[in-house]
């Protein structure tokens, strides 16, 4: 819809240059023109940081998805050694069995 009506506005513009009788009409045409240039610069400009904003949304996505899988592995991969008396309701839901032998050290 937006650029239905840049295009219409552009095209208006292109009519008025082309009936432009005089300097005057002409110097407004080219006017309008730069105008409707400047804005689609400045929208550019915008869209290429909205761009930049996506992607680095994207990438710190991706890197704490990567950070999570790290810790979970690290998490796996760590030891941890568990006194019988002194267990948190953590650590019996781990996978810890009524009469299971814990070796003593």
């Not at 937006?2 to 005057?24: F, H, P, W, Y």
């Not at 948190?88 to 069995?97: F, H, I, L, N, S």
């Amino acid at each position: 819809m937006v650029l239905d009506e840049r295009m219409g506005t552009m095209n208006e513009i292109l009519e008025n240059s082309q009936k432009a009788e005089g300097n005057m009409e002409a110097l407004q045409s080219e006017s309008q023109m730069q105008g409707l240039m400047d804005s689609e610069i400045t929208r550019r400009g915008q869209l290429l940081a909205n761009q930049a904003l996506v992607q680095s949304a994207g990438d710190r996505l991706r890197l704490d998805k990567e950070r999570r899988g790290m810790l979970a592995e690290d998490r796996i991969m760590t030891l941890k050694i568990m006194e019988r008396d002194n267990m948190t309701e953590q650590d019996r839901a781990v996978g810890v069995k009524e009469g299971a032998e814990f070796k003593d050290f």
